[in-house]
T-cell receptor, first 111, second 112 residues
Framework: DGGITQSPKYLFRKEGQNVTLSCEQNLNHDAMYWYRQDPGQGLRLIYYSQIVNDFQKGDIAEGYSVSREKKESFPLTVTSAQKNPTAFYLC??????????FGPGTRLLVL | DAKTTQPPSMDCAEGRAANLPCNHSTISGNEYVYWYRQIHSQGPQYIIHGLKNNETNEMASLIITEDRKSSTLILPHATLRDTAVYYCIVRGPSGGSYIPTFGRGTSLIVHP
């Protein structure tokens, strides 16, 4: 099946720990995005990548890092510098058309 | 990209039409209107989009006013599974740098 997968579904982080959220797509899309969603809120853009080996900061990039070494993969690392990481994280991709396709999300909780 | 305004919440009886409005008074001539929805604890799902003409697909209809300053998403026969947050987004034409913005959307509750 074509689509976007995110893993894990739930992730627990201890204080001072870095954690990495996985995002993989087999849609052959160039552009990929990471969003953060807090309860009752809209989606806020963390990072985006228009092409392999290139990425740009979004509105709330502080405390996060990404890489785009392969077209299919756009992992997000939540670093210890992110003081309030508890949220729902969504990955999306977009091909030549304008429609974004979203993954199922990862819920990050702090222990 | 133009900003949009949506009511925070709406409700609808099952089997009736759900009409979700969106205001985009600053839209430019080449900007499209997109609608997505997000069922609780899932990723958003594309519904429909349009430029000037009304559009219909298997999920919904999109009615865009003649001046393009507002639009309405219509779910013709709402079911309980249509309970979700609906996002209206306005964005530029293909080929440009695309950084979509999702506001709080409209929380639609379909009741029996």
């Amino acid at each position: 099946d074509g689509g976007i997968t995110q893993s894990p579904k739930y992730l627990f982080r201890k204080e001072g720990q870095n954690v990495t959220l996985s995002c993989e797509q087999n849609l052959n899309h160039d552009a990929m995005y990471w969003y953060r969603q807090d309860p009752g809120q809209g989606l806020r853009l963390i990072y985006y990548s228009q092409i392999v080996n290139d990425f740009q900061k979004g509105d709330i990039a502080e405390g996060y890092s990404v890489s785009r070494e392969k077209k299919e993969s756009f992992p997000l690392t939540v670093t210890s510098a992110q003081k309030n990481p508890t949220a729902f994280y969504l990955c999306a991709s977009r091909g030549a058309g304008e429609t974004q396709y979203f993954g199922p999300g990862t819920r990050l909780l702090v222990l | 990209d133009a900003k949009t305004t949506q009511p925070p919440s709406m409700d609808c009886a099952e089997g009736r039409a759900a009409n979700l409005p969106c205001n985009h008074s600053t839209i430019s001539g080449n900007e499209y209107v997109y609608w997505y929805r997000q069922i609780h604890s899932q990723g958003p799902q594309y519904i429909i989009h349009g430029l000037k003409n009304n559009e219909t697909n298997e999920m919904a209809s999109l009615i865009i006013t003649e001046d393009r300053k507002s639009s309405t998403l219509i779910l013709p026969h709402a079911t309980l599974r249509d309970t979700a947050v609906y996002y209206c987004i306005v964005r530029g034409p293909s080929g440009g740098s695309y950084i979509p913005t999702f506001g709080r959307g409209t929380s639609l509750i379909v009741h029996p």
